[in-house]
């Protein structure tokens, strides 16, 4: 009977120590993690149910290997996005972009392939790009960091090819905010009439439903060129 009844003072401490533990998680935490650093788990290609070839899992970073080429993307890649939607968000990653690269972080991408044929039909944009290398970094609004084709960045922080940046996008109710390499470089709000305006000055004016979506995947764009990402998270607000 003593045995019984310290077997079962012993189960009552650990699962209590276990609750403790789990509630410290997610109250101090928060975040979920969009790459484990070993597989691609959590992602498919844009309008199919499994992922390219050319994305790529090496030393904790997700890559596209845009060594061989089919058109203007790379052959057997394509954009990823999540399998998860998010509405309210604070994402932050890291990535690094190959000589003369271009890619980008697409959010509130609405993934209907009946409507929109890529999902920078449907989200808006944060540019990686190689300013120094790549054609787009002589164009405003289309060079790393910038809303793509609707805001430049207020500041450039941008680090040189080969070298890590750090990227947050803050999302909520409606004010998006960028932070690169630890500067808030984009600040603005969506979906109201200056929004509207900004579409209608742009590239995706003639798209029905660009940057109208509220909730939606996470992208990670294959443009043609070779591109790393790592410690990619997200938490809903």
Known sequence: MKNIKLLLLFTIVVAGCNTQSKKAMSSSNGWISLFDGKTLKGWHTYGKTTIGEAWKVQDGVLYLDAEKIDGWQAKSGGDIVTDEEFENFDLQLEWKISKNGNSGIIFYVHEDTSKYSYCWNTGPEMQVLD???HPDGKIIKHRAGDLYDLISCSKETVKPVGE????EIISKDGKLDFFLNGTNVVS????DDNWKNLIAGSKFKNITGFG?????????????????YRNI?????
């Open 188 to 191: 603005t709000t969506l979906w």
């Open 233 to 237: 998270k997200i938490k809903r607000l």
């Open 131 to 133: 300013n120094d290398g």
């Open 164 to 167: 890590w940046n750090k990227v």
């Open 212 to 228: 109208t979506y509220k909730k939606g995947r996470i992208a990670l764009q294959d443009h043609g060129n070779t591109v790393w």
